[in-house]
């Protein structure tokens, strides 16, 4: 990331919505291998469940997750049983739509970036429609002129799962 962006908190954040909506426009064009490459290889991928109606989760080592994966080899594997359709609760992929706002930024002392935003997910399989929402949290790692992810915490607000929760889901 370029030293005059950091510097200017409205180039700062204008620049992190620009990669959250190329993150979200990736999962929803199946532009796999580039949603991939926006995360470091050590990054950490946790939807947390719930423990109370107001609580959720805060171990994912020791607590029952959504979905965690402590680093990126977790997500390889989801793209390669979707892109081989090796995970019959993805046959077939429903057609989604992302939607990413509310958007805040803190730079950290160390030039990583931690962002929260809300999100949207609507889907559409099988003649049916549906939606999950919530908040993500993320922790970025300025690259050259973009981001890495370092950490995404996705909370499904929404969580009575009526249907399959995947990566594409949220």
């Known amino acids: 990331m370029r030293a005059e962006t950091l510097n200017d908190p409205v180039r700062l954040r204008s620049a992190v919505e620009e990669f959250l909506a190329r993150e979200a426009h990736y999962v929803d064009t199946r532009q796999w291998d580039a949603w991939l490459a926006l995360f470091e290889e050590d990054s950490e991928y946790w ?5 109370s109606e107001h609580e959720y989760v805060s171990d994912p080592h020791d607590q029952v997750s959504l979905m965690y994966y402590p680093d990126r080899t977790g997500l390889e594997d989801r793209v390669f049983r979707i892109r081989t359709e090796r995970s019959a609760a993805s046959t077939p992929l429903p057609r989604t739509c ?5 958007v805040l930024v803190a730079e950290l002392p160390d ?3 931690e962002v929260t935003a809300n999100w949207v997910t609507h889907s559409f399989r099988f003649g049916a429609a549906s939606h999950f929402f919530g908040r ?3 922790l970025l790692a300025p690259i050259e002129a973009s981001w890495r992810i370092r950490k995404k915490k996705v909370l499904v607000y929404n969580d009575t799962i009526p249907t399959v929760l995947d990566v594409y889901s949220v």
Do not use: F, K, M, R
Request: aromatic content about 18%; charged content about 10%; overall charge negative.
């Open 98 to 102: 992302h939607l990413v706002s509310n």
């Open 111 to 113: 030039g990583t970036v």
């Open 136 to 138: 993500y949290e993320y």
């Open 47 to 51: 939807i947390p469940s719930w423990d």
